[in-house]
């Protein structure tokens, strides 16, 4: 898991070897199974998260018992309630793994000795802070105002790997609608492309 970190590491042209070698040696491996949480909803979350295989989603309960997810998280990607974790409050989200997850994880402590240590983590900080709002505005733009297929097509067209490794009631929380409409607007989206 660690070589897949320096190969993301690497890639973004920020730190030297010596440098990522001595971040690499800060996370430890952890896995999480289908269903497990990264960071519960009022728990103070005190990690941050690789993911190396697997996936997770971010969800949040409404007061009328909903689950409202907000975004889906893959390889590649690091994960953290940020708002928890940078202020030390309880998680206005929770993170759950939608698929066994491998992760690399660095603790809220070791994050800050790295940061002292090596301040161009804070580039790569804003770096994935920075995704993470462009992903979320996206998806705002794109799904907000628009009919139930407009929005399956639309994640279909531009993010084809949550409709392939997703539950349908998970999308149908993310896209806003209920099951029962995604499991229409599917068959009906697979009669017409067909």
Same mark, same amino acid.
């Given at each position: 898991?660690?070589?897949?970190?320096?190969?993301? #590491?690497? @890639? #973004?042209? +920020?730190?030297?070897?010596?440098?990522?070698?001595? !971040?690499? !040696? #800060?996370?430890?491996?952890?896995?999480?199974? &289908?269903?497990?949480?990264?960071?519960?909803?009022?728990?103070?979350?005190?990690?941050?998260?690789?993911?190396?295989?697997?996936?997770?989603?971010?969800?949040?309960?409404? !007061?009328?018992?909903?689950?409202?997810?907000?975004?889906? &998280?893959?390889?590649?990607?690091?994960?953290?309630?940020?708002?928890?974790?940078?202020?030390?409050?309880? *998680?206005?989200? *929770?993170?759950?793994?939608?698929?066994?997850?491998?992760?690399?994880?660095?603790?809220?402590?070791?994050?800050?000795?790295?940061?002292? &240590? +090596?301040?161009?983590? @804070?580039?790569?900080?804003?770096?994935?802070?920075?995704?993470?709002?462009?992903? &979320?505005?996206?998806?705002?733009?794109?799904?907000?105002? @628009?009919?139930?297929?407009? @929005?399956?097509?639309?994640? #279909?067209?531009?993010?084809?790997?949550?409709?392939?490794?997703?539950?349908?009631?998970?999308?149908? *929380?993310?896209?806003?609608?209920?099951?029962?409409?995604? *499991?229409?607007?599917?068959?009906?989206?697979?009669?017409?492309?067909?």
């Amino acid at each position: 898991m660690q070589q897949e970190l320096h190969k993301y #590491l690497t @890639k #973004l042209k +920020i730190l030297n070897q010596e440098e990522i070698d001595y !971040s690499i !040696s #800060l996370f430890e491996n952890t896995r999480l199974k &289908k269903g497990d949480y990264f960071v519960s909803e009022r728990s103070i979350c005190n990690q941050i998260g690789f993911i190396f295989k697997g996936g997770v989603r971010n969800f949040s309960v409404q !007061s009328d018992g909903e689950e409202n997810t907000t975004c889906f &998280k893959f390889e590649y990607q690091f994960i953290t309630s940020y708002e928890s974790f940078t202020l030390k409050q309880p *998680s206005k989200i *929770s993170i759950q793994s939608i698929e066994d997850c491998d992760l690399l994880v660095i603790s809220y402590n070791q994050f800050h000795q790295l940061l002292e &240590k +090596i301040p161009s983590w @804070k580039s790569i900080l804003t770096m994935v802070m920075e995704q993470e709002y462009i992903e &979320k505005e996206h998806h705002l733009r794109n799904l907000n105002n @628009k009919s139930a297929k407009e @929005k399956y097509v639309h994640t #279909l067209t531009h993010s084809p790997e949550i409709i392939k490794r997703v539950q349908i009631g998970y999308i149908a *929380s993310y896209l806003g609608v209920t099951h029962r409409t995604l *499991s229409r607007v599917r068959k009906d989206t697979i009669y017409t492309t067909s």
